[in-house]
């Protein structure tokens, strides 16, 4: 069977829509530290230390999804969870609500701070280099938001999805989701999101909105000592 894009999606997006993002060695590539923490591997898991050394300075952490790498002195794997992969194969009923904006650099400082209340753990301070991010606003506050991250050929991630506390139970997050995945299939790219498998609540969510489950990949943080 060959094999499916989404199953190594840092790698392959940072292969190809995310190249000029790419800190690349050899055959490893990441991220950048204040864009994204991801680091991919070839599909085979090959990564040679030089690789890894080049890449992951001492101290510093990486998540790996997907193909994970062998690894050398000096480095520990600490798996987290089996991540649930979901893919939006058509377009979702779309609610009503506060206008949908698109969020440039003029709103940069609003969407970090409604990060850093709820959603700050895979979140990095250059993360709108990696696509669109689209929020509503309520009595002139950033109300909820959800963005655009990993791309392998063909789909793109959805992500960043969260809403602020006190505007919880109005619709904004399946809004939100609604209009970016339409907006995605419209324009001939499939979406697919990861949800931790303890995360009922969005996963019960985005099962009623009509996203499917495609698969579950293996995460980790990869820590260099």
Do not use: W
């Not at 990696?130 to 950033?142: A, S, T």
């Amino acid at each position: 069977m060959a094999p499916h894009p989404l199953d190594n999606p840092a790698f392959d997006s940072l292969a190809h829509r995310h190249r000029g993002l790419a800190l690349a060695h050899g055959k490893v590539l990441r991220y950048p530290a204040d864009v994204a923490p991801f680091l991919g591997v070839p599909r085979d898991g090959h990564a040679d230390a030089a690789a890894l050394e080049a890449l992951v300075p001492p101290g510093d952490t990486v998540l790996v999804i997907g193909p994970h790498p062998a690894l050398p002195p000096g480095f520990a794997l600490e798996p987290q969870f089996t991540l649930v992969q979901m893919h939006c194969p058509e377009p979702l009923a779309e609610t009503p609500g506060p206008e949908i904006v698109e969020l440039g650099e003029d709103r940069h400082a609003d969407l970090l701070e409604l990060i850093a209340l709820v959603y700050p753990h895979y979140f990095r301070p250059r993360a709108m280099a990696m696509g669109r991010y689209f929020g509503m606003y309520e009595g002139g506050r950033l109300a909820a938001i959800a963005g655009e991250r990993m791309g392998p050929p063909g789909y793109r991630e959805v992500s960043a999805i969260c809403t602020h506390p006190e505007h919880l139970g109005r619709g904004h997050a399946r809004r939100l989701t609604a209009f970016l995945c339409n907006d995605l299939l419209a324009s001939g790219l499939q979406p697919f999101l990861h949800v931790s498998p303890s995360n009922t609540r969005a996963l019960g969510l985005y099962e009623s909105m009509g996203f499917r489950h495609r698969a579950g990949l293996a995460f980790s943080a990869l820590r260099r000592g």
